[in-house]
């Protein structure tokens, strides 16, 4: 509702139609149309007198209109007070309606204004519709849709303006995508025979959720006015003018969550058709020495969005090489998706990189894929190892002792005793400047790190409490697909637990860090599962955020049981 309902502060509606007064003395509702068409915006104002007092009124969500507002305006004549509220609504389905009632308070006193009705009609002057040449949608799927516009022109039916200038009528978002003029037709309608100009735009969406396309950013509005007069500088003006939200009828497939059945265990969320490439070098290593590996994926999705392989779950690359288990940081070059990551074979018999495996769902044949990288080869060799069997060691004898590498062996004579004397030399002088700045650092040192230690008990201290706040908050939202939120929460929590970055703590690792902090395996498993239904829910929309989020504050309130 509150997405849909941002796009009335553009214009300013107005609707010359006769009001309707109702309900007592001291609250009037006015300008209730008895009949408008769908998407047609009119204002509906509640005027208010009181003495003291009043509580702005608020509409509720009605089915089938989209309510905004309401301004306010204040007015004082002698001792009369009157408090005025303008609401602004535009019906988006034809049928009876009413305009609600409204309960508040007038100097102290419960008040409730009567409900307004009216009819909506089919739109004869303005209609947007939306397609879409794909027989199914589903959550993550960039898809391509036609905005198709037919506008009554404004002005006589016998001087009606032509394409061009009707379309300086037509107020569309930012980034709305360019209009192309597609032809001019004569209908015939209750208001007489008209001339109609239809446009039309190409448009991508991503697909965040399921049900119908979100529209809000393909909302554009039009006014239309029956006559027009210049002013002074030519300009053309509007008279008699009906303002329109072209609310577009949507001629297209509803958005499906992603099937659970046949997801391969290393899908990353990938919606669309996609092919890997791999690099690596150096190619020439030694056991243990790394790699760097570089992949590209390219493909028809969210690219800039696209989560990367999830190399720790690749089979044969882990049986032959050492594989860091923190997910891949990506950058966007066009349409390509770039990630690297150093490996490090494990023996001298590895002879190439195996291809690695990128999993995705395609849209287009409602199944799960795998795209796959050609092999590379390397040549890996023995790690190098300190032989010493063939080193010869000689040790000095004893009179080689009174002088080693230019010093000299204590001197134990009573007459070398009492007639040696401490020299100052240069370096002792060096030293004595030196050793204030010295022990000033390492006193700066010790503080520093009795401060870390402070702040990591204050993050170990305010863990569970910011935890359960950011919990709440995703609650209080009133909607569903968070899942991955709520992940974050997990991972920032067990991040604050052991004083470590929250990156650390994705998938596998999450679940070993509780087996750490608790030594029990059957929490990690908990926290295990938690992550895999918030998997599940983000990329099919398996569960609600209220099971999963009660699912978590129990999970962390047990850990925080665990004094680890």
Known sequence: MDRRTAVFGLIAAFAALSPTESVGQNVRVGNVPSTVMVGEEFNVTLKVAYRRNVTQPQPPETPGILIQGPRSQYTRINNS???????????????????PALEFEVDGQSVRSEAQPFTVVPNELATATLTTRENRLFVGQRADFILTLKLAAPGPPNHALNWSEAAQFLQTPRDFPRLSFVRTTREETTGGLRTFHEYQAALTLDLTEPGYPSIVSITPQYRFAASFRRDIFGSLQPVESRDFLLVPRLDTPTVESLPI????????????????????????VSVGAPITLRLEITGDGPIELLPGPDLSKQAA?????????????????????????????????????????????????????????????????????????????????????GAVDGLRGPRVEESELLVSHTEVTPTMLAIAAAAPPALFVCAWLALLGRGREGNAQSRRRS??????????????????????????????????RLSQPAGRFVGAEAAEAVRRVSGSPELAQRFEQLLSRCEASAFGGAESDAELIEAARAALRDLEAQRG
């Open 81 to 99: 007070q009157t408090q005025s509220y303008v609401f602004s609504v535009v019906p988006l389905t034809e049928g009876a309606f009413e305009f």
């Open 261 to 284: 059945g046949g997801r391969p265990a290393d899908f990353t969320g990938a919606v669309g058709r996609y092919a890997i490439r791999t690099s690596a070098a150096p190619r020439r």
């Open 317 to 401: 690359l882990n049986a032959d090489f050492r594989v860091p288990t923190e997910a891949l940081a990506g950058e966007t070059d066009g349409r390509a998706r770039r990630y690297s990551q150093a490996i490090r074979p494990r023996d001298a018999d590895v002879k190439e990189i195996p291809p690695i495996e990128f999993s995705y769902f395609d849209p287009s044949s409602a199944e799960y894929r795998v795209a796959r990288s050609e092999p590379i080869r390397i040549e890996v060799a023995p790690a190098d190892e300190f032989d010493v069997t063939d080193m010869k060691i000689t040790l000095p004898s004893e009179t080689d002792l």
């Open 463 to 496: 863990a569970l409490r910011n935890a359960e706040r950011r919990l709440a908050e995703i609650g209080a939202n009133g909607r569903d697909h968070h899942a991955r939120e709520i992940v974050s929460v997990v991972a920032d929590y067990l991040a604050d």
